[in-house]
């Protein structure tokens, strides 16, 4: 009977520290893990590495935080095109991108009960204002394709590098371009591990994008010293109106 009850408590130990020795070993890195948006910032790259099983897939995220979103609806009245209502979108988040070991992770259709990839997002996104229910889909779909050309969502099926293992594991890198409009903030890192369509590993790391320099500068005197923000953009203007005047002149009388 005793050997019955450590055999129990034995499994039960092993249930309980199996998530976190899994978590572990997933060894998640990013680097760099803070990008510093300057002056001449026209994007960056942030690498993700990790380790997965043998035979296991994986997909990479860089989720940004959700906001509420608002954004004017067009449409015909009279014959011309104009401002028709507001429409509000929430749960969206400011940044998506994602890539995968294997295409199909993030192909239509959708593993059952994937927390990855566009479908998955959308379940979290919700409308308001001038949206008809029959309309949802159609206007997501939209959504969708602006923020890709915008390049602030976006997938990459396929992309993710596997080398080879490192003992009882396999080292996976992949690489996400930031977009120029990548806003500071804090963004979450996500390595999800698939093996056989089913989730054994999920860990999580941060990554921050902050403005440094001149740009900083600027952000610092709009939010805290409003007033010397406001008589700065007007000298500025005021200047490059007179330089802009000077040039013309100039130019004219050759």
């Known amino acids: 009977m005793k050997i019955k009850q450590l055999a129990l408590v034995l499994g039960c130990w092993l249930l309980l520290a199996f998530p976190a020795l899994a978590a572990a070993s997933l060894d998640l890195r990013i680097s760099p893990e803070v990008v510093e948006i300057g002056a001449f910032f026209h994007g960056g790259q942030v690498t993700v590495r ?11 995220e860089v989720v940004g935080q959700t906001a509420v979103e608002h954004l004017m609806r067009r449409g015909r009245r009279g014959g011309l095109w104009m401002n028709v209502g ?7 988040p400011s940044l998506y991108l994602a890539m995968s070991t294997d295409p199909r992770l993030l192909q239509a259709p959708p593993a059952e009960g994937a927390t990855w990839g566009y479908p998955a997002l959308k379940k979290g996104v919700s409308l308001g204002g001038r949206v008809e229910p029959g ?34 594991l396999t080292a996976v890198t992949g690489t996400f371009p930031l977009p120029t ?4 903030g804090t963004y979450q890192v996500c390595l999800t591990v698939i093996q056989d369509g089913q989730v054994i590993g999920k860990q999580f790391k941060d990554l921050k994008v902050a403005m440094v320099g001149f740009p900083a500068m600027l952000s610092s005197l709009a939010y805290q010293h409003g007033a010397t923000y406001g008589i700065l953009a007007v000298v500025i203007a005021i200047v490059v109106g007179f330089a802009m ?10």
């Open 181 to 184: 409009m990548v806003k500071p």
């Open 50 to 60: 990790g380790k997965i099983p043998p035979g296991a897939q994986a997909v990479m």
């Open 135 to 168: 309309e949802q889909e159609l206007f997501l779909e939209q959504f969708f394709k602006l923020k890709e050309s915008e390049e602030i969502y976006a997938a990459f099926p396929g992309t993710v590098k596997v080398s080879g293992a490192a003992g009882d």
């Open 86 to 92: 507001e429409v509000d979108v929430q749960g969206a």
């Open 245 to 254: 005047g000077y040039l013309f002149k100039g130019g004219g009388g050759h």
